[in-house]
């Protein structure tokens, strides 16, 4: 087998451990000299091979490389830049694969939710049309935890565990106070389509009485007159109220409670401030005192609270991908296939990318709660293994330690007249 290069880049919305899915790339490509050259990042996800603009790799140390493993958001630079249909745009996939045959790249790992799995499946189809077959291989990443196939996504178990542990420290504080000031606390989390953010905040209450009281999922219609009965009937049976809402709850008509007006690269609805609408509605129609806060950026950066579970997962997928491409294996993504729950097992599999890509993953419905403002045991048993154990990063000074690469880009080999 002839060596070639390898090209990984990171896409959208980035978490507590994409890097290291990174450094499970990396690291096992290094241990493969004789099939892989040199590994490739690129600079800001997609764009970086657009651009031609190519990090290489070869040029981090092994340590630089292993700090991957505790460092939060996008090592290389990550981007939300969805590719248009090849008869859109075939221009594009010609760039891309021009790109690729100038620097000799002969392995696509692509590190991303289920638009950067469509764009690794149209890549795959494009090299055979062009006569430079590439192997591609996905790379499961999303705190939203909505791909199909696979049990969990690398990403989500940082974040349940961050959203859990928050709903249970501020429920906390509301409590202690809730007789002479805030009765109420609002927070709210990712999750556009699917409520598996939503329902980790769950797991800071194991009965009735402890927050959180109402969880807001987008698989259940937004009912105001039942929301704010559930509120008033919470302060006063047990002081105070605690409500996790996701940025997706929306009314049955389909308008989302903070559809802000506008639309991201991938045309999704632009969403934010469901907290300060929830938490107003309450002030209008009951008055009670409240609080709210948006866990945004926080809670998908938070590496110094990540689930060992996920922090091993996806340093497995990152690993699988590269021995996928090895094995002769295209257009598929490694999947995480539960064996058993209690106690957890799990294992590697595969998906075609052809199947998973712009696909979503909601919750079952038998995971919501009949009244649909919580959590049943059988998803209580599903989410508990993934946020399981502690993987803290080494501290420097009382802070965290990150990796603090060089990102070195290598020489263009092609004109630089190419127009996004």
């Given amino acids: 087998m002839a060596i070639k290069n390898a090209f990984y880049a990171q896409s959208g919305g980035v978490t507590a451990v994409i890097n290291a899915s990174a450094c499970g790339v990396i690291q096992t490509a290094r241990k493969h000299p004789d099939k892989i050259g040199k590994v490739f990042a690129g600079r800001n996800g997609i764009l970086g091979a657009l651009n031609e603009e190519l990090i290489d790799t070869s040029l981090e140390s092994d340590e630089s490389i292993r700090e991957l493993i505790h460092t939060p958001g996008g090592a290389f630079g990550s981007c939300r830049y969805k590719l248009k249909n090849i008869s859109e745009n075939r221009r594009e996939y010609e760039r891309l ?38 192997t591609c291989i996905g790379v499961p990443k999303t705190v939203d935890n909505d791909l199909p196939f696979t049990d969990c996504c690398p990403g ?73 009965e559930r509120v008033d009937f919470c302060v006063k049976e047990y002081g105070y109220c605690v409500i996790v809402a996701s940025e997706g709850a929306q009314y049955e008509d389909g308008r989302f409670l903070a559809d802000a007006g506008a639309k991201d690269a991938f045309g999704h609805t632009q969403l934010g401030g469901v907290a300060p609408a929830l938490a107003n509605m309450v002030k209008q129609a009951l008055g009670y005192k409240y609080h709210w ?119 263009k080999k092609l004109r630089a007249d190419f127009q996004l």
């Avoid at 002969?106 to 795959?124: E, P």
């Avoid at 805030?182 to 800071?204: D, P």
């Avoid at 989410?383 to 330690?401: K, V």
């Fill in 156 to 228: 989500f178990g940082s974040v349940a565990k961050y959203i859990a542990t928050s709903t249970l420290e501020a429920s906390l504080d509301i409590k202690s106070m809730c007789e002479t000031s805030t009765k109420v606390f609002v927070l709210e989390v990712m999750g556009r389509h699917a409520g598996w953010i939503a329902a980790s905040g769950g797991l800071a209450g194991q009965s009735e009485d402890e927050a959180p009281h109402i969880i807001l999922f987008p698989e259940i219609p937004f009912n105001r007159d039942a929301f704010l």
């Fill in 293 to 411: 806060a948006v866990a945004d950026y926080l809670q998908r950066s938070a590496r110094h609270i990540a689930s060992a579970t996920d922090v091993e997962q996806a340093y497995a997928v990152g690993k699988a991908a590269v021995e996928m491409a090895l094995d002769g294996k295209q257009a598929v993504m490694p999947i995480i296939v539960r064996v058993q729950t209690k106690p957890y097992v799990w294992k590697i599999g595969e998906a075609q990318l052809s199947e998973v890509a712009n696909q979503e993953k909601k919750m079952p419905i038998h995971y919501i709660t009949d009244d649909g403002f919580g959590i049943t045991k059988e998803c209580r048993e599903y989410l508990e293994p993934l946020i399981a154990g502690e993987n803290f990063p080494p501290f420097d000074n009382g802070l965290p330690r990150v990796a603090k690469l060089k990102n070195t880009l290598t020489e």
């Fill in 97 to 134: 694969i021009e790109v690729f045959r100038a620097h000799d790249i002969g392995y696509f790992f692509y590190n991303g939710g289920g638009d950067s799995q469509d764009t690794a499946y149209k890549i795959s189809q494009m090299g055979e049309k062009m006569g430079y077959p590439i």
